[in-house]
């Protein structure tokens, strides 16, 4: 019986801070949306992902 492939990340860390820079364009030009606070959690918890 063979073992399952080890799981490989999906996003680097370039992703992760390609990522944010696009999402912190999207705050600074939607600031005033209903979902701006949702993006700027997003926002940090990239930023979090991008420092492991």
């Given at each position: 019986m063979t073992e399952?492939a080890?799981a490989?990340?999906?996003?680097s860390?370039?992703?992760?801070?390609?990522?944010?820079?696009?999402?912190?364009?999207y705050?600074q030009?939607?600031?005033?949306?209903p979902?701006?606070?949702?993006?700027s959690n997003l926002?940090?918890?990239?930023g979090?992902?991008?420092?492991?």
């Amino acid at each position: 019986m063979t073992e399952p492939a080890r799981a490989r990340a999906v996003l680097s860390n370039e992703d992760f801070k390609l990522l944010k820079e696009a999402v912190r364009f999207y705050l600074q030009q939607n600031e005033d949306s209903p979902d701006s606070t949702k993006y700027s959690n997003l926002y940090h918890r990239l930023g979090s992902a991008a420092g492991r």
